[in-house]
């Protein structure tokens, strides 16, 4: 079936450094969307990204959508204590008739400060 | 901003018991979602739902069931829990730009 492999698992940075994780495919994918979840929260939309190529930034995170449709980047700059969390990424496919949306196991990032 | 809401953000039951885990979204989505979130197994879809009266089967609907009487409010019933029905729940809604809106979660203990 569809994996979605999502790197690293975990991440302990100091406070103001830059931080980089990915998630690839085993396909093409026509979506990924980039999440951060807080503890005891639920997931929040950070990025949506819908075309190949395609880069947006909200403030600090950047993420990029794969020439090749099988992967995605986030990229958070200047790193702060609130940025604590897990980062998920998910991505959607077509899956016969019906387009399908999964889900990496996420990046657990903790700041140091 | 949309906002979704889910009736409890914690909860404790007995083996056996009849589970009800409300959800409602205000801003008139027609897709609403149930997930659950373990550790190592990421968010597994329920059982979603893209109008009103209307649901499919997720990637583990065993063992759970969903109504959606009103397009703003989606339940997920647990009809006789279990320990291992023990997770997070996290009910979603989906915008126009297809990103997912999610509620705080409903942490269920079955014990």
């Known amino acids: 079936g569809q994996q979605l492999n999502q790197s690293p698992q975990s991440m302990f940075i100091q406070e103001g450094e830059d931080v980089s994780m990915n998630c690839t495919s085993s396909s093409i994918f026509n979506t990924w969307l980039w999440y951060k979840q807080d503890p005891g929260e639920g997931p929040v939309l950070l990025i949506a990204?819908?075309?190949a190529g395609e880069l947006t930034s909200n403030g600090r995170l950047t993420a990029q959508f794969g020439i090749t449709r099988k992967d995605s980047f986030l990229n958070i700059s200047a790193s702060i204590p609130s940025d604590v969390g897990i980062y998920f990424c998910?991505?959607?496919?077509?899956?016969?008739?019906?387009?399908?949306?999964?889900w990496g196991l996420g990046t657990s990032l903790a700041v140091n400060p | 901003d949309v906002k979704v809401t889910q009736s409890s953000r914690y909860l404790v039951k007995r083996t056996g018991e009849k589970v009800f885990l409300e959800c409602v979204q205000d801003?008139?989505?027609?897709?609403m979602f149930w997930y659950r979130q373990d550790p190592g197994l990421g968010l597994r879809l329920i059982y979603f739902s893209y109008d009103v009266k209307m649901k499919e089967k997720g990637d583990i609907p065993e063992g759970y069931s969903v109504s959606r009487e009103k397009k703003e409010r989606f339940s997920l019933i647990l009809e006789s829990a279990s320990t291992n029905q023990t997770s997070m729940y996290l009910c979603?809604?989906?915008?126009?730009?297809?990103?997912?809106?999610f509620g705080p979660g409903t942490r269920l203990t079955v014990l």
């Open positions: 990204l819908y075309k």
């Open positions: 998910a991505g959607t496919y077509n899956a016969g008739n019906n387009r399908k949306l999964i």
């Open positions: 801003m008139d989505h027609e897709n």
């Open positions: 979603a809604s989906r915008g126009v730009d297809r990103g997912r809106f």
